[in-house]
């Protein structure tokens, strides 16, 4: 199974600031997404990150807020801009892995925004 | 994606079997049926998937009806570290389709 590391897991930010989250893969792969979970809620997709083009956002969600980089197959970004207090979720990169047929999960990131 | 339906929440004692029931009865012939789970604080995990035999993994066996509208997953012997939300939901395939999670059934097991 692929392994996924996001930096940083934990952040504590003021309002009006923006915050570039990390994932970092052990392998790899085609796909690449950002979730994010709010208080309470289950998953909700961001985005796809595709390599060597732009990312696609999901209903709801604008690149200007959420802008996303992949420059490699093993590497992403999403920063989370001119936050508010209803930014304060849990980020999720997530991976898919077509040989397993399977969809893989980073530890996530905790963003509470005062 | 066709829609699936489960129970909002659970209850199962420590060291039975757990069974998690699943509705899904626009489902088509070419959709599986997934089942992730989240434990407090971490990132989904995969559980199991099948199209319409049953299956078995070290974890967890999934039940799949004839007409294939429902499914159960089964945990054979509940530990209190089962305790979580599960998830199911209907995929064609990965590559075409993204992985959408509904509200899930909390499954609380108690000692």
């Known amino acids: 199974s692929a392994v996924i590391s996001q930096k940083p897991s934990r952040d504590i930010c003021q309002r009006g600031t923006s915050l570039t989250i990390q994932c970092q893969v052990d392998s790899q792969v085609t796909m690449m997404f950002w979730y994010r979970q709010q208080p309470g809620q289950s998953l909700t997709l961001i985005a796809t990150a595709n390599q060597g083009s732009e990312a696609t956002y999901e209903s709801g969600f604008v690149i200007d807020k959420f802008p996303i980089s992949r420059p490699n197959l093993t590497f992403s970004t999403l920063t989370v801009s001119n936050m508010s207090p209803e930014d304060s979720s849990i980020y999720l990169c997530?991976?898919?892995?077509?040989?397993?047929?399977?969809?893989?999960f980073g530890p996530g990131t905790r963003l509470t925004v005062l | 994606d066709a829609k699936t339906t489960q129970p909002t929440s659970m209850d199962c004692a420590e060291g039975r079997a757990a069974n998690l029931p699943c509705n899904h009865s626009?489902?088509?012939?070419?959709?599986?049926v997934y089942w992730y789970r989240q434990i407090h604080s971490q990132g989904p995990q995969y559980i199991i998937h099948g199209l319409k035999n049953n299956e078995t993994n070290e974890m967890a066996s999934l039940i799949i009806t004839e007409d294939r509208k429902s499914s159960t997953l089964i945990l054979p012997h509940a530990t209190l570290r089962d305790t979580a939300v599960y998830y199911c939901i209907a995929l064609r395939s990965f590559g075409n389709e993204k992985l959408t999670f509904g509200t899930g059934t909390r499954l609380t097991i108690i000692p």
């Open positions: 997530s991976v898919e892995d077509l040989a397993r047929v399977e969809q893989f």
């Open positions: 626009t489902i088509s012939g070419n959709e599986y």
